[in-house]
């Protein structure tokens, strides 16, 4: 069970910086922004298709029902690095099947500081992502955890609720960071913007149903901590 674990999370963390890169412009090659080949309504259907496959994948397997009918067919400890798996899978699809669309919103030239200042956000953005991770446990988030205690003989607990750096001003510094990394860039195309646009949605709704998770989970505690962290946006009063 460790070894798949170990595929599923090697899987899972080069989806996600194949989609780092994807974004990133920096490797043309590998771009979602490539000439266009398809219809323009065509290529937004499609890649609306493509993140709504991404987020239902997401919503379904990370609810406690089907986690509860999971563990009666395969054994409990890979069900997070399963969901690790098909994630990754699905995530690099998506950036593999992205349609490009064409057109032009903005372009900073590499003459205008505004320029590296894009890129130091995007960068940024991208390591508070990743930071975040390793705040909450990276290797219970990504499935490993689970199966080393297997391993190991030793039972699995879950984590406790706790608060730490980013957590201390806003509630899923993991999706604010994503954020900044969709939207610092730049070279806003159509194709980016689309791109941008459909997984920040999908950041915000999966969100709303984390937050029912979390205060499943941790009850009093989560619920206060609530009343007091903004949800997406640090440093604001607005409270989901």
Not at 196 to 217: M, N, R, V, W
Not at 221 to 230: A, G, H, L
């Amino acid at each position: 069970m460790f070894s798949y674990s170990i595929i599923a999370y090697l899987i899972g963390f080069a989806s996600l910086l194949l989609w780092i890169i994807s974004v990133s412009h920096l490797i043309p090659e590998i771009s979602i922004d490539q000439p266009p080949t398809k219809p323009f309504l065509y290529a937004l259907l499609k890649n609306l298709g493509l993140v709504f496959l991404f987020g239902l994948q997401h919503s379904i397997m990370a609810r406690k029902t089907f986690k509860e009918k999971f563990a009666e067919h395969f054994p409990k400890p890979v069900e997070r690095s399963t969901f690790v798996l098909v994630s990754g899978v699905l995530l690099t699809l998506l950036v593999f099947q992205w349609e490009p669309m064409g057109g032009s919103i903005w372009t900073v030239s590499k003459e205008n500081s505004l320029y590296y200042i894009l890129y130091t956000l995007f960068f940024l953005g991208w390591s508070i992502l990743f930071i975040s991770t390793f705040l909450i446990n990276h290797f219970d988030l990504f499935g490993l955890r689970q199966t080393y205690l297997e391993l190991q003989n030793k039972p699995y607990k879950p984590l406790t609720f706790k608060v730490v750096s980013f957590y201390k001003y806003v509630r899923h510094p993991l999706y604010f960071g994503g954020i900044i990394g969709l939207w610092a860039t730049p070279s806003m195309t159509v194709t980016h913007l689309v791109f941008a646009l459909s997984l920040t949605a999908y950041f915000i709704i999966g969100t709303l149903f984390e937050e029912k998770d979390l205060k499943e989970a941790f009850g009093n505690k989560y619920t206060s901590y609530q009343k007091n962290t903004p949800m997406l946006i640090p440093f604001t009063k607005y409270n989901n």
